[in-house]
């Protein structure tokens, strides 16, 4: 595309002229020479070209034409052109912007993806803007009868957000943190803190085990240690998390996991959660 003559003006010339005509550039027997209008342009009936420039941050030369075949343009639709030129230019650069702007939402959710969190943005009235994949999941699974898809917050959380963001505007100078919601599922729950920005609130999802009472789990004809261990299986923790919060070796956990699954008669983990969550009580750890 080098050879093309709209690309030499645009990055030769120094007030290169914003909409032309092909014919304007150079004569058609040198144009009709070049292997770009050979091999590509005269095959497709392209060879008539009423070409316009867009700036751009990613190439050096960018912009878009209308094409016919033999019959050239005239000066009246060449000017016709020029008119639309600036609305054409301003939406080419509002589709740039957005297109960055994507660009880095998507690199946010990867980064909220690897620490196991979900991203809801809202609009100022507490809609749905967007909404990371891993957010729309958690609320599809949490507030039955809502689309995974769906653009609107779930009821509940919708007056949730838009009571806290009318005592935000309400407020005179710093407002208090707001409490987080928490929506308990069976075994795990959701909990849901919203950021208070007035002109793009966000909410902060992530999902954690529900801590069980050790207590009641002695039931099952396990020790005080395998009921706490067990708890904290069913509450989603992996053995070097639960080495930490009891202070125990990893394998000294894998040894108390392997004799709660031969006492309850299962082989694995989800299994021996199953179990805890079935004789699960209010009492106090």
């Given at each position: 595309m080098h050879e093309h003559p709209y690309v030499a003006h645009q990055t030769r010339s120094p007030h290169p002229r914003p909409v032309v005509r092909v014919s304007d550039l150079a004569p058609r027997s040198d144009f009709a020479r070049t292997a770009v209008y050979n091999e590509?342009?005269?095959?497709l009936g392209l060879e008539e070209q009423l070409l316009m420039?867009?700036?751009?941050?990613?190439?050096?030369?960018?912009?878009?034409?209308?094409?016919?075949h033999r019959r050239g343009f005239s000066e009246e639709e060449s000017f016709m052109v020029s008119i639309l030129h600036p609305h054409l230019l301003q939406a080419h650069d509002n589709a740039e912007r957005l297109t960055k702007v994507l660009d880095d939402l998507r690199a946010l959710e990867?980064?909220?993806?690897?620490?196991?969190?979900?991203?809801?943005?809202?609009?100022?009235?507490?809609?749905?803007?967007?909404?990371?994949?891993?957010?729309?999941?958690?609320?599809?699974?949490?507030?039955?009868?809502?689309?995974?898809g769906s653009e609107r917050l779930p009821d509940t959380l919708h007056r949730w957000?838009?009571?806290?963001?009318?005592c935000l505007d309400a407020a005179e100078g710093l407002s208090s943190?707001?409490?987080?919601?928490?929506?308990?599922?069976?075994?795990?729950?959701?909990?849901?803190r919203l950021v208070p920005d007035r002109s793009a609130p966000l909410l902060l999802l992530h999902e954690e085990g529900v801590e069980l009472a050790a207590k009641p789990l002695e039931s099952l004809g396990l020790s005080r240690r395998e009921a706490e261990v067990l708890a904290w299986v069913a509450g989603g923790k992996t053995n070097p998390e639960i080495a930490l919060i009891l202070s125990l070796s990893p394998r000294t956990v894998q040894t108390y996991v392997d004799r709660i699954f031969r006492k309850l008669g299962v082989g694995t983990r989800t299994a021996a959660a199953a179990t805890a969550f079935a004789i699960m009580t209010e009492s106090p750890r």
């Open positions: 590509l342009l005269y095959p420039a867009f700036p751009s941050h990613r190439m050096s030369v960018s912009g878009a034409g209308l094409y016919r990867r980064g909220v993806v690897e620490l196991q969190r979900g991203l809801v943005y809202l609009t100022p009235e507490g809609t749905v803007w967007l909404a990371t994949a891993v957010a729309r999941t958690w609320l599809h699974a949490y507030f039955p009868g809502r689309s995974a957000v838009v009571e806290h963001l009318r943190p707001v409490r987080p919601l928490i929506v308990k599922g069976k075994s795990r729950r959701l909990v849901i």
